[in-house]
DNA sequence: CATGGATGCTCAACCGATGGTGCATGATTG
DNA sequence: CAATCATGCACCATCGGTTGAGCATCCATG
């Protein structure tokens, strides 16, 4: 094989990309002429026919790819959006990322994700870097400080959108976490009184107390236990943070009495719950409902339902938002879907 | 408020960042110091500690951001590492999303990961995207076709490695898939011997009888019945792609014997038996086993064991991989763990 | 006081693509 | 046949950093 045969010698770590400088060469035409045929400019810029034929061709066996470290340069936008967001692995993210991704790409974006892992300065880190490659627009999901992170946009003038958790001084799109705790609130008391003919003051397992979606969730337990005529004691609310462990920790230092609900918040705690099933007998007559989705989580037999956070809905949102940025911050609040399991199955 | 007050006044979505030129011009020195300043090499390129901290003050207080697109463009290293995966919302790839992006900043590396859908067209444009922001090394997971994707790497000059999927032509690290299912199937018999007294050849159910993961698994599964002397029947075997529907439409079309043992082959294919469950009552001796672990899987009572892919090993490996490039095109396979859940649970 | 070496900084050529401007040619018109 | 216009292309500044090379200045030395 000699060495002309351009694209098919691989192998050779040290060769550069071919640029439109080499096509230029090789086509006996000058490097913009060659640009514009590759941009799809050339019919505005005269090109005949004839020559972007030949270019386009000898561009396809070199192999060219466009560098567009040098392209978005010269551009004026990059048409990067970034997003921050905590974690991928619950279903929840795991949508939010997947969606993202879809949806950035039908509006002829890309959309590069990074995961902060809830850590503060991860989120500052990463936001920096996202401003550093120029991103146009910046969403930030379930961060730990938006507001941080919106005077970093601000200062660089790219507009950030929070998703899932509100921050000042920015459009936010969230879920109806209060509506939607209060029904799955509801839904649990009713399921007991329905199995057990008992309605004791449900327990609040899972979050954190200074979390905005927290709080609205424990605004939202407190207003159905309010309206049922229930007050709920202080131990029952147990707030010790979104991981797992915490939650099967935090379980194994409470005493549950013999007719306990318990409201899940969030999907990460109903899996801390899970681990601390295997290894103590529930309370004989129990129910829970979790905040968050997971489909495995319906198989829980003491599983009343599960709150499903509309992720197409926020997204489309925040696409709207995109698209035309909104006047102010407006906060929007989505509604949640709650999916009740059939009963009698524990 | 003044318009010196440069981070400050914020709102101006017409500003354009600061530059290392806007920089310099304040302080009174040329572009090359700030720029040594800015990236730390300031003390070879012999710039006083005065100037230097001159400088950096005042790219402080202009909130001065490095446009990585143009300082990318003259560096030689791009220092961006690419993924391709099929999925986010599932457990394994989410693990895997997530640990690869903290492996690569601690590679100090910055890492884009694109989710492909298992499209095949939109892993090849995920792939030309990377390559175009000048990816260093393209980590390919999954894919339904590596081996174009390693063409097209190639004749960039850039690595790729498999992940997941192993593929010609290109370093792979999979899972040992063989192996582990082997290991699953022996546990479901074993425990099907023990709670029910007998041990039928098992049903396999989930996956593409293209996918070399799938077949790995039926290996595993076809030689730890040829070793317990059993002859697996034609129908027993049920590949009809990974989506839950899909398998929740294939459960519905056969008819277990009363005493049946189900190989589950991912997590998807037991959601989509999972779905099956809730409308159809299972038969009344019932195990199963799924490759591929979920938290939550653990709790259908049926489940005797799941088998979960040591996602940290395998990316240890593939950094390996990415520091020093191996010799040739070797494959790597990693154990699975086989996670066994209690016995008598149903 | 010439010589040599450190010290502190600037100049200018890149990296690869883009797009305004302008120069030849050939075709068309009065 | 000159004037006008369309056609087909090339030239070159530019985007924002990076870096080899080089120019002053200052101090120490013989």
Redesign the pocket.
Known sequence: MTRKDSAQDDLDPTR??V???DIAQIA??????V??V??G?WKK????A??ADRISRIAEDQGYS??LQ??L???DRSRIIGMIIPKYDNRYFGAIAERFEGMARAHGLFPVITCTQREPALEIEAARELLAYRAECLIVTGATDPERVARLCAASGVRAINLDLPGRGMPSVVSDNFAGARDLTRLILARMAQDFGARPALHFIGGRAHDHNTRERLRGFMAAHAEAGLTVPDGHVIMRGYAAEKTEAAMSGIRLPDCAGLFVNSTIALEGLVRWLVSHRPPPQFRLGCFDWDPFGAFLPQNVGMVRQDVGAMLAKVFDFVEAPPQGSPLVQIPCVLEPFPAARG
Do not use: D, E, Q, V
Request: no cysteine; aromatic share 4%; proline share 3%.
């Open positions: 550069r990309p640029t439109i400088y006996g035409a000058s490097a913009s002429s640009s514009a590759l941009n400019t810029r005269r090109i005949s004839r020559l466009i560098n040098a392209s340069l010269r551009r």
